[in-house]
């Protein structure tokens, strides 16, 4: 049937008309087009600005007058093994592992139960679960936390009125993770990071829990394997590139947070707080940049080593 017959009238023969024509012709060019904006936003402004920033690493500070000597040097960076720096590191490294580890810990039984057991209701109720404690400002959470893990605060009533301030005293009078309070320990900072990462990681270990064929679960089962050994063999190598994404997030996410250990820890400084100090109350720019290629050659080591153990295998 033709637009004759249709009383149709015939399209216009412009500029647009011609160029949609090519388009759809010229998929590639299509694409190109369609991508070029959102790359030159990711290429220009966000990687450019933070290269910038990075790059003033290779450059100095005059310590009499305050202003950046711009002769690329590695002095800056040498000065990240100075004792004080280089604790910095190490104790940042230490809390983001230990937050991983507790995330992870907690986070398998809950996705496996929502993977595995889980009815529609419940699922929808696991996710408003999960996802509700993002809705609230990051701020508000952990001012929260901090009353609660205050010395007077809701968590040391509950511990008297069950019978276990002495067992809390003794944990708060260990060396390196006790403290004054829990809110002023890596303890209760530990304990924080752990509850504004946890659906971070609770959703990569459930969506990779709900691929592990039940059949295969089955089959080890009936082959006369333990519960244990299916959980070791089957289970975990399968939910493995589900706990590494969640661990990229708790795990990177940590190394650079610097609000929870200035409201929630000790006085001792973590990277990201050696970054905002160095950047904005010393001046020193090229030792804050220093700072900041830390958190990223740290992550290019884990995901390397996750590489390596097989962990994006199954991705």
Request: with cysteine; net charge positive; hydrophobic share 55%.
């Amino acid at each position: 049937m033709s637009l004759a017959t249709l009383d149709l009238p015939a399209p216009r023969d412009g500029l647009l008309r011609r160029l949609s024509d090519r388009l759809v012709r010229h998929t590639r060019l299509l694409t190109l087009l369609l991508l070029v904006p959102p790359l030159l936003w990711l290429g220009l402004i966000y990687l450019g600005s933070l290269f910038v920033f990075l790059g003033q690493s290779i450059f100095s500070i005059d310590e009499f007058s305050g202003t950046i000597v711009r002769e690329p040097t590695t002095a800056t960076l040498i000065e990240l093994f100075r004792p004080a720096n280089y604790d910095i590191v190490l104790r940042t490294v230490a809390i983001s592992a230990a937050v991983t580890g507790l995330c992870a810990v907690i986070a398998f039984p809950i996705a496996y139960y929502a993977a595995r057991y889980a009815g529609p209701r419940a699922k929808a109720a696991f996710y408003l679960a999960v996802m509700m404690p993002l809705w609230s400002s990051y701020l508000v959470k952990v001012y929260g936390w901090k009353l609660l893990l205050a010395k007077e605060g809701a968590i040391g009533w509950f511990a008297g009125r069950l019978g276990l301030g002495g067992a809390l005293e003794a944990w708060l009078a260990l060396p390196v993770v006790g403290g004054p309070s829990l809110s002023v320990s890596y303890t209760g900072m530990v304990l924080v990071f752990t509850y504004l990462w946890l659906p971070f990681m609770i959703l990569p270990v459930q969506a990779a829990l709900e691929r592990v064929p039940k059949s295969l679960i089955e089959a080890a089962g009936d082959l006369g394997a333990s519960p244990g050994l299916v959980f070791r063999t089957v289970i975990l190598p399968l939910a493995l590139p589900g706990l590494v994404a969640g661990a990229i997030f708790t795990f990177s996410l940590t190394l650079g947070d610097y609000i929870v250990p200035q409201i929630i820890g000790t006085s001792a400084l973590v990277l990201g707080q050696a970054v905002y100090m160095q950047q904005g109350t010393a001046g020193n720019i090229p030792l804050a940049a220093a700072f900041s290629l830390v958190p990223i050659l740290v992550m290019a080591l884990f995901l390397t080593l996750a590489k390596r153990m097989g962990a994006f295998d199954a991705l």
